[in-house]
Antibody
Framework: EVQLVESGGGLVQPGGSLGLSCAASGFTFSDHYMDWVRQTPGKGLEWVGRIRNKANIYTTEYAASVRDRFTISRDDSKNSLYLQMNSLKTDDTAVYYC???????????????WGQGALVTVSS | DIQLTQSPSFLSASIGDRVTITCRASQGISNYLAWYQQIPGKAPKLLIYAASTLQSGVPSRFSGSGSGTEFTLTISSLQPEDFATYYCQQHNDYPLTFGGGTKVEIK
């Protein structure tokens, strides 16, 4: 059974930093691209970024709103995905989901499994 | 960035109703469109990808169609477990973007 479990959420002051982790199990983690997606309270979904697999040299893509502040990384030996968030703003307050990208074939580069989410609150 | 506009943003329907949700893209995205269902307090669930391909395990009452800039999600006969919010997402180009959502409530 595919499982994704986020951890590391919490309260942080504006300008601060926070790191999220996502532990993956039930599939060959190293084969898959992985995404981070966030959802502001009571609002819609925003794609945060993506990290590709080793075969694609772990390249990353980011939303403009987080580029240069957030960094996505992974450790295939630990089946883990990470999101390092710096220079946090109140607008970054959201539930952060990690998600597995179904396939590297472009027609299937969609998120087929999601974690339960981790709440990040940026407030003074 | 590619903007996705969903309509309606809210709809009220009865069990057994046929429901159609539309997603319009600000530029052509071929068929690189997915639909997700989100029940309150839960993570989104993939329903359809490549505009019309049903994800494994998703009931056949869900269907998708469209290409280019206009897409639809249809629920042929609404069931109690279908009351949720539905989002479209384009994966034609980065940044990936979502529509604003359509909340389906019980009439």
């Amino acid at each position: 059974e595919v499982q994704l479990v986020e951890s590391g959420g919490g309260l942080v002051q504006p300008g601060g930093s926070l790191g999220l982790s996502c532990a993956a199990s039930g599939f060959t983690f190293s084969d898959h691209y992985m995404d981070w997606v966030r959802q502001t309270p009571g609002k819609g979904l925003e794609w945060v970024g993506r990290i590709r697999n080793k075969a694609n040299i772990y390249t990353t893509e980011y939303a403009a709103s987080v580029r240069d502040r957030f960094t996505i990384s992974r450790d295939d030996s630990k089946n883990s995905l990470y999101l390092q968030m710096n220079s946090l703003k109140t607008d970054d307050t959201a539930v952060y989901y990690c998600a597995r990208v179904a396939d590297t074939i472009w027609s299937r580069t969609v998120d087929d499994y999601w974690g339960q989410g981790a709440l990040v609150t940026v407030s003074s | 960035d590619i903007q996705l506009t969903q309509s309606p943003s809210f709809l009220s329907a009865s069990i057994g109703d046929r429901v159609t949700i539309t997603c319009r893209a600000s530029q052509g995205i071929s068929n690189y469109l997915a639909w997700y269902q989100q029940i309150p307090g839960k993570a989104p669930k993939l329903l359809i990808y490549a505009a019309s391909t049903l994800q494994s395990g998703v009931p056949s009452r869900f269907s998708g169609s469209g290409s280019g800039t206009e897409f639809t999600l249809t629920i042929s006969s609404l069931q109690p477990e279908d009351f949720a919010t539905y989002y479209c997402q384009q994966h034609n180009d980065y940044p990936l973007t979502f529509g604003g959502g359509t909340k389906v409530e019980i009439k």
